[in-house]
């Protein structure tokens, strides 16, 4: 059977949200690119899945070699900046004229369209992030976007049988997301919340916005 690999473009809602999938939680923050997409620059990260390059990014707000990324005073603080002078988490930003891979940028189906699994509640979706297969290997990222007329709030999982799998953990959520973790409480007995800024003793999943709903989390065809 033949295999389509291709990229997958998805906007977010803001510069933050780039800055947090990059270098929140992570030990290593992660790659990030600019490039030119539809005329304007853009600045991106990606994952990779099994047949498709999923990239996220927003209009590149100002010229810069690094997204900084720190958090004072309990607040998220983050920015484009030319140099690493300051104490913070870097991702180092890599200015591209060309196109950043050689795979087809548009495709009729996603072969790596993922299946939507709505999920009971908040706490049940924190503690899907727990991975006990590769308990050190931590991915914490939840992705909200707006679907129908409202919003639902997710985690992908993979399946890997002969073909590898996607599924979309999911909750819906009454209205859009306005805060940007997911403070969990659970040593606590308490039901998770969502927050903006961090405490010490709990654990934060952090949440990035897409802008529009998008058919690769499998909610339209």
């Known amino acids: 059977m033949s295999i389509t690999q291709n990229e997958c473009f998805i906007e977010l809602s803001c510069f933050d949200d780039l800055a947090r999938y990059a270098c929140a939680f992570q030990e290593y923050p992660k790659r990030v690119y600019s490039q030119e997409l539809d005329g304007s ?11 498709t390059l999923l990239i996220f990014y927003v209009q590149m707000p100002k010229s810069g070699r690094y997204i900084s990324y720190q958090v004072t005073a309990g607040k998220e603080i983050c920015d484009i900046v030319e140099s690493t002078k300051n104490i913070s988490h870097y991702a180092p930003i890599v200015h591209m004229e060309s196109e950043i891979s050689p795979l087809s940028a548009k495709s009729k189906k996603i072969t790596d369209q993922f299946h939507p699994i709505k999920v009971k509640d908040l706490g049940s979706l924190a503690r899907l992030t727990y991975d006990p297969e590769f308990p ?47 403070k969990y409480q659970g040593n606590q007995g308490k039901d998770p919340e969502f927050s903006n800024s961090f405490d010490h003793g ?10 529009n709903e998008h058919s690769i989390f499998g909610f339209s065809d």
């Not at 007329?149 to 599924?167: A, F, P």
């Open 41 to 51: 620059r853009i600045v991106s990260s990606s994952l990779t899945l099994a047949n």
């Open 136 to 182: 050190d290997e931590t991915n914490l990222t939840l992705y909200a976007l707006p679907h129908k007329k409202s919003w639902v709030v997710g985690y992908i999982t993979s399946l890997e049988m002969d073909e590898v799998y996607y599924n979309f953990n999911y909750v819906e959520l009454d209205s859009e997301p306005i805060k940007h973790f997911i």
């Open 202 to 211: 709990y654990s934060y999943l952090p949440i990035i916005k897409i802008k």
